[in-house]
């Protein structure tokens, strides 16, 4: 069965400083990675996602994340973080191959001060 | 544009009353999904559809039911509603092994 960790229930960085966000999963097989990201009173949006390929996957609103398959990590980074990127955000993965069920992380809270 | 929607938004009832969220995609996707979000316990899966007429529980099935008449439309049943089903629903779309396409969430409150 696929699960997904997300050590940090929040993450505090100042406003132009790197930010990291971090995502662990056990899957059995190969992974689709995905990160969303969810504002206040909002549905859950998509930031980027790893099928295959290149493991520095960039996304929107200039998020990026890398696929690290040795250690089973793909951490949402951010070089320089604004006050508007603070959400709630979550990892998720499915195993490839036909139908499967995505599983989602518990979600990281990014609090991005001024 | 490319949407799933979720009604009402919000909704408050009392425990025992039948009601039905409805959720519908215009994207033509196969697979189709209910969650739910409760503080600390991230997004727990309540059913899926692979497709018309092919449903299956997710983790959290327990006082659901779900039924997938028509592609785009997946609506989430409660038939005798509990305090604990109190809680914040998404409904989903996705193709196989792609993104989901989330609905903007139905605010469930059971008294």
């Known amino acids: 069965a696929q699960s997904v960790a997300q050590p940090e229930d929040q993450v505090n960085v100042a406003e132009g400083n790197p930010l990291t966000v971090k995502c662990t999963y056990s899957v059995s097989g190969n992974p689709y990675l995905f990160w969303y990201v969810q504002y206040p009173n909002r549905g859950l949006q998509f930031l980027l996602k790893?099928?295959?390929?290149?493991?520095l996957v960039k996304g929107s609103y200039g998020f990026e994340a890398e696929f690290n398959k040795s250690q089973t990590s793909f951490h949402l980074k951010k070089p320089s973080a604004l006050v508007s990127d603070s959400a709630l955000y979550f990892c998720a993965v499915v195993r490839s191959g036909g139908f499967q069920k995505l599983v989602f992380g518990t979600g990281t809270r990014l609090l991005v001060s001024p | 544009e490319a949407q799933v929607t979720q009604n009402p938004r919000y909704l408050i009832t009392v425990t025992g009353k039948k009601l039905t969220v409805t959720c519908s995609q215009n994207m033509n996707h196969e697979y189709m999904s209910w969650y739910r979000q409760d503080p600390g316990l991230g997004l727990r899966q309540i059913y899926y559809s692979m497709n018309v007429e092919v449903t299956d529980k997710g983790d959290v099935p327990e006082g659901y039911k779900v039924s997938r008449k028509e592609k785009r439309n997946f609506p989430l049943i409660l038939e005798s509603p509990s305090p604990n089903q109190t809680s914040l629903y998404f409904c989903a779309s996705s193709l196989s092994g792609r993104e989901a396409f989330f609905g903007q969430g139905t605010r469930l409150t059971v008294v």
């Open positions: 790893y099928i295959t390929g290149d493991n």
